[in-house]
T-cell receptor, first 114, second 109 residues
Framework: GEEVAQTPKHLVRGEGQKAKLYCAPI?????VFWYQQVLKNEFKFLIS????????ETGMPKERFSAKCLPNSPCSLEIQATKLEDSAVYFC????????????FGQGTRLTVV | GEDVEQSLFLSVREGDSSVINCTYT??????LYWYKQEPGAGLQLLTY?????DMKQDQRLTVLLNKKDKHLSLRIADTQTGDSAIYFC?????????FGTGTRLQVTL
């Protein structure tokens, strides 16, 4: 597709439940990035992929968060046993190559943990 | 640290120029970016500047880069109500973006 598609737009989970977010990058883009935007607008880098391989996971919390990009499937970000502080908007972005000047962002998934 | 600092809020009158400032930390960044985020929406890349440039103009947008002071600014000429949004500067650090804290631009009539 010509845009980064994120689903769902909104997700509400009770504390302790699992949340799974999806991202379809732009066709032909090799790099996928996940960012978390918390309520004060702060963006935090989580993880990036080069095709199906993890490229940089330095921002991923060690526990509860996992992500995958499998061939012929949307990428996913999964949070096990959600906590209130996981409430945020999760953005996915894709770019054609490493160092590409433009990363295209999806519209985000707003996760609310209650 | 990797803090990229911006002032929180800017209010301008329609037709005036807006200047949004950003102080970044990573002197090895190759590119510096300005993104716009409207309410409930994703990030839209407005413009970027290569680190060996000190100015870039793109229609109503002018980016100034002072590498010595690690200071980046975005000037929007003839600001319109449609420019109301949050503006983020960002630097590329090790193949990922580090964003500023965001400046909310309010355009009044």
């Amino acid at each position: 597709g010509e845009e980064v598609a994120q689903t769902p737009k909104h997700l509400v989970r009770g504390e302790g439940q699992k949340a799974k977010l999806y991202c379809a990058p732009i066709k032909g883009h090799s790099y996928v990035f996940w960012y978390q935007q918390v309520l004060k607008n702060e963006f935090k880098f989580l993880i990036s992929f080069q095709n199906e391989n993890v490229f940089d996971e330095t921002g991923m919390p060690k526990e509860r968060f996992s992500a995958k990009c499998l061939p012929n499937s949307p990428c996913s970000l999964e949070i096990q046993a959600t906590k209130l502080e996981d409430s945020a908007v999760y953005f996915c972005a894709s770019s054609q190559w490493q160092g590409d000047t433009e990363a295209f962002f999806g519209q985000g998934t707003r996760l609310t943990v209650v | 640290g990797e803090d990229v600092e911006q002032s929180l809020f800017l209010s301008v009158r329609e037709g005036d120029s807006s200047v949004i400032n950003c102080t970044y930390t990573d002197s090895s960044s190759t590119y510096l970016y300005w993104y716009k985020q409207e309410p409930g929406a994703g990030l839209q890349l407005l413009t970027y500047i290569f680190s060996n440039m000190d100015m870039k103009q793109d229609q109503r947008l002018t980016v100034l880069l002072n590498k010595k002071d690690k200071h980046l600014s975005l000037r929007i000429a003839d600001t319109q109500t449609g420019d109301s949004a949050i503006y983020f500067c960002a630097e590329d650090t090790a193949s990922k973006l580090t964003f500023g804290t965001g400046t909310r631009l309010q355009v009044t009539l």
